[in-house]
């Protein structure tokens, strides 16, 4: 089955460094890349989408530059944070998305990140 | 965009009962809906998906229901077991885009 692999699992940072976080397709080409931020107790929140090759598009009050996403091939979208501030601290996860047939999309998610800037 | 709660409601229920989550959806052009399940700290895991032209699917002990006319789905797991217990979430697709619903933390008791 398709499988997504996010890395790394999770990080400690300092505030104002960058945090860059990695999801691979392993076995499948996604058409699409999809990053969501998820705080405790709550739903995921949808950040951005991205499709290879072009930029991301961002949700409606998610800062771009603050949030970068590189979608450089087929398998592999990279999600960083700068300048992380404690407010950032988070679980972000990814998922994969491609066209099975005309009508049927798969979703598949990695495993997530928890992101804790001090 | 999808409603998204900012807490998450619990339903408890006993071991060997049958449990029934719920989900509401505003996009009426909404057109795929999956439900996964999350366990603490974990990514979401697929249980089990509807096409908008199905009002029902069955799996292994779970059944989505669809009901497009007040945009509401549910799950329902049949004989709850304590490897139930976690956070079930509706993912809503629109133009090929997945939000999700608000969520539901299901606590399994002896």
């Known amino acids: 089955g398709a499988v997504v692999s996010q890395h790394p699992s999770r990080v400690i940072c300092k505030s104002g460094t960058s945090v860059k976080i990695e999801c691979r397709s392993l076995?499948?080409?996604?058409?699409?890349m999809f990053w969501y931020r998820q705080f405790p107790k709550q739903s995921l929140m949808l950040m951005a989408t991205s499709n290879e090759g072009s930029k991301a598009t961002y949700e409606q009050g998610v800062e771009k530059d603050k949030f970068l996403i590189n979608h450089a091939s087929l398998t592999l979208s990279t999600l960083t944070v700068t300048s992380a501030h404690p407010e950032d601290s988070s679980f972000y996860i990814c998922?994969?998305?491609?066209?099975?047939?005309?009508?049927?999309?798969?979703?598949?998610f990695g495993s997530g990140t928890r992101l804790t800037v001090v | 965009g999808e409603s998204v709660g900012l807490h998450l409601p619990t339903l408890s229920v006993q071991e060997g009962d049958n449990s029934i989550i719920n989900c509401a959806y505003s996009n009426s052009a909404s057109d795929y809906f999956i439900w996964y399940k999350q366990e603490s700290g974990k990514g979401p895991q697929f249980i089990i998906d509807i096409r908008s032209n199905m009002d029902k699917r069955q799996g292994q002990r779970v059944t989505v229901l669809l009901n497009k006319t007040v945009k509401h789905l549910s799950l329902q797991i049949a004989a709850t077991q304590p490897g139930d217990s976690a956070v079930y979430f509706c993912g809503i697709d629109s133009w090929g885009k997945l939000q999700f619903g608000a969520g539901t933390q299901v606590v399994v008791t002896p």
């Open positions: 998922s994969a998305s491609r066209a099975e047939t005309a009508m049927n999309y798969g979703y598949t």
């Open positions: 076995d499948f080409q996604a058409t699409t």
